[in-house]
């Protein structure tokens, strides 16, 4: 199972960035699909997450309204929209994807994303 991030960089306060996670080795439509990140010194945190049919998604609070997660079933892909950026957005941003049903559990690499102010 491989789950691969891209899209991160260097963008400036109140810019965009769209992060994808490409997902091969696995049945992507059982898996429930989420972005996390980490800032440095901090624990991981859940930014959002997605059902297996993208019908229902859900955000930290901090994010709802400038971020929007979406996924792709036939690309095997999830995406994270993220407008309006904040430097204190920067993270290493993560996918993961979960198959609720038996608890399998699978994490990306990381993307770095850095918002300058």
């Known amino acids: 199972v491989q789950l691969v991030e891209s899209g991160g960089g260097l963008v400036q306060s109140g810019g965009s960035v769209r992060l994808s996670c490409a997902a091969s080795?696995?049945?992507?439509?059982?898996?429930?699909m989420s972005w996390h990140r980490q800032a440095p010194g901090k624990e991981r945190e859940l930014v959002a997450t997605?059902?297996?049919?993208?019908?229902?998604?859900y955000y930290a609070d901090s994010m709802k309204g400038r971020f929007t997660i979406s996924r792709d079933n036939s690309k095997t892909t999830v995406y994270l929209q993220m407008n309006s950026l904040k430097p204190e957005d920067t993270a290493v941003y993560y996918c993961?994807?979960?198959?609720?049903?038996?608890?399998?559990?699978?994490w990306g690499q990381g993307t770095q994303v850095t918002v300058s102010s």
């Open positions: 997605i059902t297996t049919t993208g019908s229902t998604t």
């Open positions: 080795g696995l049945s992507f439509s059982v898996y429930s």
């Open positions: 993961n994807a979960k198959w609720q049903l038996t608890n399998k559990n699978y």
